[in-house]
């Protein structure tokens, strides 16, 4: 692991010198949810039963900004070739992007949950199962959208073909964190955990298929 946490730790370098995440990410993340309200003119009541969902569309939004913004930087001055030349296995550069979204997902989600909090007054329940079910969506998310982000770069216009890709391929996500967030918001009587292995397996299972097809995808990049 050790090659690719240098990778992980240089994008999450990049990231914390170009501050695009936490000037333009983060605002844009918190506007979605001003935004849902004003849009859906509802009630604080409404608002609150309406959070597990809003919270993941919101998240899928930025997790593809962030997906897209980790393939910039590959793409830019021909640091992806220097990748495919550095000796480094592919496996091993796809873990560490992956690990350096899913860090950014993650912090975005801490935001995004003080935000429900604040504006939508959501009240968490089942504090465990909302912090597994954060953090288990956003490797599902990070490992789907950097081997889909590389995907894109080799069929060309990865701005508009990216999300095209990617969000059917999050619809597990979407629906799997939702309900679980159902349950530790408290707002439906569902079981949280079962929905939370389907997460768990989703990130699994997008781990083994993008370590494996990852140094292939690369190479037609």
């Given at each position: 692991m050790h090659d690719a946490l240098l990778i992980a730790q240089k994008d999450l370098r990049i990231e914390a010198r170009s501050r695009v995440v936490t000037n333009q990410v983060a605002p844009f993340a918190l506007l979605v949810l001003v935004m849902f309200g004003f849009a859906l003119d509802a009630d604080r009541a409404t608002l609150a039963a309406f959070s597990p969902g809003l919270f993941w569309v919101t998240v899928l939004f930025v997790g593809i900004l962030a997906v897209q913004r980790s393939v910039a930087v590959e793409m830019a001055d021909g640091a992806m070739e220097g990748l495919r030349l550095s000796g480094i296995e592919p496996w091993r550069v796809f873990v560490g992007k992956a690990l350096a979204i899913a860090?950014?997902?993650?912090?975005?989600?801490a935001l995004l949950a003080v935000g429900i909090i604040i504006f939508y007054e959501a009240s968490i329940q089942n504090v465990p199962l909302f912090a597994a079910t954060a953090i288990v969506a956003?490797?599902?998310?990070?490992v789907a959208g950097t081997l889909y982000g590389v995907l894109a770069v080799g069929?060309?216009?990865?701005?508009?073909?990216?999300?095209?890709?990617?969000?059917p391929v999050l619809a597990p996500v979407l629906i799997g964190a939702t309900r679980a967030f159902d349950d530790a918001l408290g707002k439906v009587a569902v079981n949280g955990w079962a929905w939370l292995s389907l997460l768990a397996a989703f990130a699994i299972t997008y781990t083994i298929v993008g370590a494996l097809a990852y140094g292939a995808v690369l190479e037609d990049a």
């Open positions: 860090a950014q997902l993650v912090a975005l989600e956003a490797i599902g998310v990070s069929l060309g216009v990865r701005e508009t073909l990216l999300p095209i890709l990617l969000l």
